[in-house]
């Protein structure tokens, strides 16, 4: 669906690489790897998207890094859209519904990274949690939010590149 409004894959690809987790960086060379897009494709959208505002330049060494704009009138906008589209809101609200106590809830993998690759990995922390319900919801999310689902419990969240999408209030 968003497909439509961002016609460009490239675009789409760099938007849902920086705006599903803001801690996300990328160099030039990196990105087009990632992608398997050329440098010049990957060029022109982030210097568009910097040029607006979007994406603040980080230089590193002999190296330009890129990375959201938090600061941006319309960051939180845009996250909100990109993480519709890759579907953590249902994917959030369906895990909520009837898991039990859930304290936290993230994502781990390539989702973490901001790569759309199909397959969501979700660590969730809690006190008597419905194991039988993840099972039950796999199915269901995927043909939801067409992409894969993997549910792990755990006692922590130990990876360091987990991007928390819910955590109880105390």
Do not use: W
């Amino acid at each position: 669906m968003l497909e439509s409004l961002i016609t460009s894959k490239t675009r789409l690809k760099l938007l849902i690489k920086f705006f599903s987790n803001p801690k996300n960086q990328g160099h030039l060379r990196g990105l087009a790897d990632e992608f398997g897009e050329s440098t010049n494709a990957i060029r022109k959208e982030l210097n568009n998207l910097s040029e607006a505002g979007y994406l603040l330049k980080v230089a590193d060494k002999n190296k330009i890094d890129y990375q959201a704009n938090i600061h941006h009138p319309f960051f939180s906008n845009i996250q909100d859209l990109i993480r519709k589209y890759l579907g953590l809101d249902k994917l959030l609200a369906t895990v909520l519904e009837r898991m039990g106590k859930v304290y936290q809830v993230a994502l781990v993998g390539d989702y973490a990274r901001g790569i759309d690759s199909g397959i969501i990995e979700v660590q969730i922390t809690g006190c008597d949690l419905n194991e039988e319900y993840l099972e039950t919801i796999s199915d269901k999310l995927q043909n939801l939010i067409h992409k894969k689902v993997s549910f792990k419990i755990q006692q922590n969240i130990t990876d360091p590149e987990a991007l928390l999408i819910y955590q109880i209030q105390d």
